[in-house]
């Protein structure tokens, strides 16, 4: 913790979700103007577009269709507004980062509050790690706009959400809780251990988050006891009309 102040082969499922993602700027237009009925027909033909990105994810392991079709909206609706952002789906320990121009760079397995739930506790930024009740060691769900800023104890970070001292940083080494084993597990199962804050692996940190997200970025979590309809509503809303149609004071952050 610090103190606060993919790419698959062409038919994986990776792939699959650049083809979503990289929608035509005419369908990003059309979007923006509200016509979400032509968003889906726009995916089915949309372009794939591969950057030398990483995929780190384990062998076998799909992506959400909830992922895809968020990342799809993203860019088609320009909610992140031209900067990079992030997928981030907590039940799969998965993060996938996008460049501004929607294409992927890379995804790889990540570790997350060991907490279960959406909520940020009040006043938990301000909190002593050892203070803080496991019940509240959440990665909180929802939309950020994020970047790099100081901390006091581990000089620039990536804050995903300053307000909550929630950063992205890579694996913490901490006694007796194997971050970096859970890290590279195959199974989801055990990457719930941190106090809020999300790790990843070090050579992901350095070759696709920090250069991607040198100059700040939008950060999307999937909830995990919150419907989507609360977390995104505009993304949902969407969702169903296609369907239809067819500088505070520097406190700790959680590690």
């Given at each position: 913790m610090y103190l606060h102040p993919a790419i698959r082969t062409m038919g994986g499922a990776l792939a699959f979700a650049l083809a979503f993602a990289s929608f035509s700027a005419s369908s990003a237009e059309k979007a923006t103007a509200g016509k979400v009925a032509d968003e889906k027909a726009s995916a089915d033909n949309a372009s794939v577009q591969v950057d030398n990105g990483a995929d780190r994810l384990p062998q076998g392991?799909?992506?959400?269709?909830?992922?895809?079709?968020l990342a799809g909206?993203?860019?088609?609706?320009?909610?992140?507004?031209?900067?990079?952002?992030?997928?981030?789906?907590?039940?799969?320990?998965q993060i996938l980062v996008f460049g501004g121009d929607g294409r992927l760079r890379g995804a790889a397995p990540g570790l997350f509050g060991s907490g279960i739930g959406d909520h940020t506790a009040p006043g938990v930024a301000g909190l002593a790690l050892r203070e803080i009740p496991g019940r509240d060691r959440t990665t909180p769900a929802g939309r950020y706009v994020g970047?790099?800023?100081?901390?006091?104890d581990a000089g620039r970070v990536l804050w995903v959400d300053y307000d909550s001292a929630?950063?992205?940083?890579?694996t913490a080494t901490v006694p007796g809780e194997k971050r970096a084993e859970r890290l590279a597990s195959p199974s989801p199962d055990d990457n719930r251990v941190t106090h809020g804050c999300i790790n990843v692996e070090p050579g992901f940190y350095e070759q696709i988050v920090r250069p991607t997200l040198e100059k700040g970025g939008?950060?999307?979590?999937?909830p995990e006891k919150d419907s989507m309809a609360e977390t995104f509503p505009e993304f949902e809303q969407s969702r169903a009309a296609t369907k239809g149609g067819s500088g505070k004071r520097a406190r700790s952050s959680r590690r």
């Open positions: 392991q799909d992506v959400s269709d909830t992922v895809i079709q909206w993203v860019v088609a609706s320009k909610d992140n507004q031209g900067y990079p952002f992030v997928i981030m789906d907590k039940t799969a320990a970047g790099y800023g100081p901390s006091i929630v950063s992205m940083h890579p939008v950060f999307y979590i999937l």
